[in-house]
């Protein structure tokens, strides 16, 4: 056991073999228990309505405990883009490719000598109904992925800032679209 929630009602809903936050540890090796739970899921036909999956190295740090030679800027960069491209392989790959969508945000919006900037950060979306080779500029917040989010949910707002923002509809068409992605 690697995971321990820290509220009651995150117990029976965390997966307690998937490492929290050590920037020593692979993003690669988090990708493979998430890829376990993963499986069982699609041998069961069980995938919940949403997951939330934290890969860390898009963030730096640890660069002496690191474990596997990750150790670099370059190689936790890489390890963090090969860990997502591997989640999204496996979902194109699944029979969950036609009703998941996957957000993703690379690192927080702070500034500082790992971030691109104060105010910005890189938001990518694959999946069935995403604009396919596409770059939307429309000005997005994370408050905005929520509430794309809580709308694809069919979820209610959790509270004021994501009652007030828009979906994320620019980077959407209302036509199916095969999708496949290769690590």
Do not use: C
Not at 31 to 53: G, I, K, S, T
Not at 69 to 80: F, L, Q, R, Y
Not at 99 to 127: C, K, S, W, Y
Not at 151 to 164: C, E, T
């Amino acid at each position: 056991r690697v995971a321990i929630p820290t509220k009651p009602a995150l117990m029976d809903v965390t997966d307690p073999y998937f490492r929290g936050f050590d920037q020593a540890f692979p993003d690669y090796w988090r990708f493979q228990e998430w890829n376990r739970e993963f499986q069982l899921y699609v041998q069961h036909h069980d995938l919940p309505a949403l997951e939330f999956v934290r890969f860390e190295h898009d963030h730096f740090g640890e660069f002496r405990k690191a474990i596997d030679g990750v150790n670099t800027v370059e190689t936790e960069i890489a390890d963090d883009d090969y860990a997502i491209g591997l989640l999204v392989q496996q979902i194109a790959h699944s029979p969950y490719a036609n009703d998941t969508l996957i957000f993703m945000i690379e690192d927080d919006a702070q500034n500082g000598p790992d971030h691109v900037d104060a105010h910005r950060t890189v938001a990518l979306v694959a999946g069935p109904y995403v604009k396919q080779h596409a770059v939307v500029s429309a000005h997005y917040t994370t408050v905005n992925m929520l509430a794309t989010i809580e709308s694809v949910l069919g979820m209610d707002p959790m509270g004021i800032n994501d009652a007030v923002l828009s979906p994320m509809a620019d980077v959407f068409t209302t036509q199916e679209k095969p999708w496949t992605y290769t690590a």
